[in-house]
């Protein structure tokens, strides 16, 4: 078996979808802006990659056709030989694109893959432009097609978080992804974006004067008589993200730094109205194909869907947030659907670099009842 890294971790600011500083830039262009910068960045040389994997969740409009292959032309820096591809799996797409790479490394089927992720949620509307959910599905199992808000609102039933929890989870993580921008933890990952002349640097998204108080006042975003807001769930976001995943061997040779090396990953399925404890289900499959106990992880990317989802997910696993999303999770950074799975992996790599621990896990729920999970292991 080949050991399989990453190497490299580029990704574009994140900014609110409709009202933000990237409203305006085609997700086709900022996903080949991030790509084309990544392959700089690392210094990989790019017809030495095989394919170039991009996950996008509404796979429409401008990030329609085969987003994938259209983005390594727009790129400028991979060579037509690259070839393209686009994975959906909802939330999960870039973490997917990356457990692809990782299974095409051991079949001897390359040795280097640009695994990528987009998301204008400005130009494409949750759900897409058409739905079409199919009449007997729906009227047979309803909670496949149910909305994301009242999901967040089930777990909060189940595990019975309140809204005050829920809130004192926001602002750390607003509180957290604001103290990483100002001490500039989040500059070496972000590729500047010029838009019309000016140069999008930072996230738009991160509200750093949060307070439970002004939490408080918010009303509930989908139950009239529910606990979830806008203020505890992760906003509509645009962005872009890409990681290097490549063979150790190759990274040696080539002169490579690995951030990580992938120790295993799982995905799983779960009942799809609580589908945001499918993190559960995926961590505990990745955890037992490492090898590893849980309580040995030292750096935790748990995608912030919602608060009260990443809540009931730790309370299930037993996880501290003092490890979990140290730099601030996606209830302030924002959540670019297709994005976020390399995000979150691409961090973790890098956080188990800078902390100097053993283990990370990266981890995600995703719409349809389905989690997915990533174990990092630091390479010494």
Do not use: W
Request: charged share 20%; with cysteine.
């Amino acid at each position: 078996m080949k050991n399989v890294v990453i190497a490299g971790y580029a990704r574009s600011p994140f900014t609110f979808a409709s009202k933000g500083e990237l409203k305006r830039v085609r997700p086709d262009d900022l996903a080949a802006h991030v790509v084309k910068a990544l392959v700089e960045r690392t210094g990989v040389k790019p017809e030495d990659i095989e394919d170039l994997i991009v996950g996008c969740a509404f796979p429409e409009g401008e990030q329609g056709f085969n987003v994938g292959r259209l983005i390594g032309f727009l790129s400028e820096v991979l060579p037509i030989s690259v070839a393209g591809v686009t994975v959906n799996r909802f939330c999960g797409s870039s973490m997917q694109s990356i457990h692809m790479a990782a299974g095409a490394i051991q079949m001897n089927a390359g040795d280097a893959f640009v695994c990528a992720g987009v998301e204008s949620m400005s130009r494409v509307p949750m759900s897409g432009f058409n739905p079409m959910p199919n009449p007997d599905l729906y009227a047979s199992n309803p909670g496949a097609y149910m909305a994301m808000g009242q999901t967040a609102e089930n777990l909060a039933q189940k595990y019975q978080i309140t809204r005050e929890d829920q809130e004192a989870f926001a602002v750390v993580s607003q509180k957290r992804a604001a103290a990483a921008r100002a001490e500039g933890r989040l500059r070496d990952e972000i590729v500047p974006v010029s838009d019309d002349g000016s140069e999008v640097s930072e996230d738009g998204c991160i509200r750093p004067d949060t307070d439970a108080q002004g939490l408080s006042g918010l009303r509930p975003a989908f139950s009239v008589d529910g606990s979830v807001t806008a203020g505890t769930s992760s906003p509509l976001t645009d962005g872009a993200s890409a990681t290097l995943v490549c063979s150790e061997e190759y990274a040696e040779s080539n002169g490579l730094e690995p951030l990580a090396r992938i120790k295993s990953i799982a995905v799983g399925g779960c009942a799809p109205e609580i589908m945001g404890i499918g993190p559960v289900g995926a961590t505990r499959k990745a955890i037992a194909r490492a090898g590893i106990a849980l309580d040995e992880v030292g750096v935790v990317e748990l995608n912030e869907a919602f608060a009260v989802q990443a809540m009931a997910c730790m309370q299930e696993l037993g996880l501290d947030h003092g490890i979990v999303n140290i730099d601030g999770g996606a209830i302030a950074l924002g959540h670019p659907l297709g994005a976020t799975g390399a995000r979150i992996t691409g961090k973790a790599a890098s956080l188990l670099k800078r902390e100097g621990k053993q283990f990370a896990l990266a981890t995600q729920c995703i719409g349809g009842g389905q989690g997915i999970a990533t174990i990092l292991e630091a390479v010494t």
